[in-house]
């Protein structure tokens, strides 16, 4: 069977070629980079290098940085050498409609293209168990980052994160594109403005997840680096339904959500794939984005067979310092709803979509109120002004964080914040009782049991462990 070829390198030297580190332990097997770097990169862009080149990379982050004047997307990486081969061929051909020329560089393996003087930032679009690792390394290399949501896996990964990137001063983004879209930022304004009178509750309505997949062990695909994928998880048989859809149709192969989005290894379920949208902006009303509950009590349905094991429906109560309750339910329109001592108001995506296989909230209206005059009556000059997005684009937000080096519409910290909400929600679901949170120390107020579910084993040489303590 002939070779499939990336950059001049055959499929067999990106599943056979490994580094070994300073230590002498070998780590990630990658690609070697079989092409020269450009001498006429052009001097004045952005240079980016997207990590991840799956459904959501394809979907809204590649499409999202590619249409940025400022920004060159020069180099792509998966672990999936399809995938790979794919986005390399995405950008080409994007660039080359626009009459700019680019020899998009693929790698098998981010740390090789992290060692580029000329890549300024990289796009992590990868399942959320990848996520802390290289956004570190990242981090650490000197490069600014936008990162899917939610942050991390874990809560001690997340302050992990938050405190690299600050004390490395980089640019920062993550895919809350929420923060960016203007009925949002509205919502959490009037809120924070009193238009509702005193806050005192929260409802955020999330979907859930289909239980099944199948359980039998199949062949590892020649162009997927299995072991790489897992990263720092246990190992585990390989089954399509585990990782992602290996479809031969380029045009189905990023279409549906992935099996891994429904196994708590390596996602926790929609508690955070869309808690951490709807908590964040729960938090931004608020204003309570650099705190997080003071306690939950969280309860909900788990698989008992089949592959897929998050949540199914689920209900949580969160209690905050300031008086206000957050509710998560499955049964709530999807949105946030603020309801406070005058009134409510209601903002969602209404009836829009990230991709086809996303939830909308069934509304047509965006953004609603008890009173219509809430929503119309202009702010005044003493009224909360919040950051806006220029052209309410998520991306663009990002890049122009990158020129100025002023903060985009998310920071790490409210990140962390945000994803820890969702974090501390999950280990009660799984507890299944009440526990008392400790926002300052991060930690459960006497709860050996629930505290030991802060962080995760990983399994060496992967996850930020071994970073950490080089650092």
């Not at 450009?38 to 499409?63: E, F, H, V």
């Not at 896996?153 to 490395?168: F, L, P």
């Not at 829009?352 to 953004?367: E, F, Q, R, W, Y």
């Not at 609603?368 to 950051?387: C, Q, W």
Request: charged fraction near 25%.
């Amino acid at each position: 069977m002939k070779s499939t070829k990336y950059d001049g390198c055959s499929r067999r030297s990106f599943l056979k070629a490994s580094i070994v580190g300073i230590t002498g332990v070998a780590t990630i097997p990658m690609i070697v980079s079989c092409s020269v770097l450009r001498k006429d990169a052009p001097s004045k862009k952005i240079n980016i290098l997207q990590i991840g080149c799956g459904r959501i990379g394809r979907s809204m982050d590649m499409p999202g940085i590619l249409k940025q004047d400022d920004a060159r997307m020069v180099a792509v990486c998966d672990f999936d050498s399809i995938r790979v081969a794919d986005a390399k061929k995405y950008v080409e051909d994007y660039y080359s409609r626009k009459n700019i020329s680019i020899d998009v560089t693929a790698y098998g393996d981010y740390r090789e293209a992290l060692q580029r003087s000329d890549i300024d930032a990289v796009a992590v679009s990868t399942p959320d168990h990848w996520h802390a690792q290289p956004v570190i390394e990242a981090a650490l290399a000197g490069k600014d980052i936008y990162v899917q949501k939610p942050l991390t896996m874990t809560v001690v990964e997340g302050r992990a994160v938050s405190n690299i990137i600050r004390k490395k001063k980089r640019a920062f983004q993550i895919g809350s594109q929420q923060r960016s879209e203007a009925q949002f930022r509205m919502a959490c304004e009037l809120v924070r403005s009193g238009r509702i009178g005193k806050l005192h509750t929260v409802k955020v309505g999330l979907p859930t997840d289909p239980s099944g997949g199948r359980t039998t062990e199949m062949p590892v695909p020649a162009n997927l680096n299995y072991d790489a994928w897992l990263g720092c998880t246990q190992l585990a048989p390989y089954n399509e339904d585990r990782v992602h859809s290996q479809n031969t149709d380029p045009k189905k192969r990023y279409g549906d959500r992935p099996g891994w989005l429904r196994i708590d290894t390596y996602c926790l379920g929609m508690i955070t794939g869309w808690g951490a949208h709807h908590v964040d902006i729960g938090h931004w009303g608020m204003d309570t984005e650099l705190t997080g509950p003071i306690s939950v009590e969280g309860k909900a349905e788990f698989p008992t067979s089949g592959l897929w094991n998050v949540h199914g429906p689920y209900h949580i109560e969160s209690k905050y310092a300031n008086g206000v309750t957050m509710i998560i339910d499955n049964t709530f329109t999807t949105g946030v709803r603020f309801e406070g001592t005058d009134g409510w108001i209601f903002v969602s995506r209404g009836s829009g979509k990230v991709t086809a296989s996303d939830p909308a909230s069934g509304k047509k209206i965006p953004l609603d109120a008890s009173n219509p005059d809430i929503i119309k009556t202009p702010l005044g000059e003493k009224d909360v002004k919040l950051h806006v997005s220029e052209k309410g684009d998520h991306h663009l937000d990002w890049i122009t964080s990158i020129k100025t080096r002023k903060p985009a519409a998310t920071s790490p910290e409210q990140a962390h914040r945000s994803c820890t909400a969702c974090n501390v929600a999950w280990i009660s679901m799984k507890l299944g009782r009440k526990l008392t949170w400790d926002p300052a120390k991060e930690r459960f107020v006497n709860d050996d049991q629930a505290n030991a579910m802060l962080s995760r084993p990983q399994r060496a040489p992967y996850g930020i462990d071994r970073i950490l303590k080089k650092t």
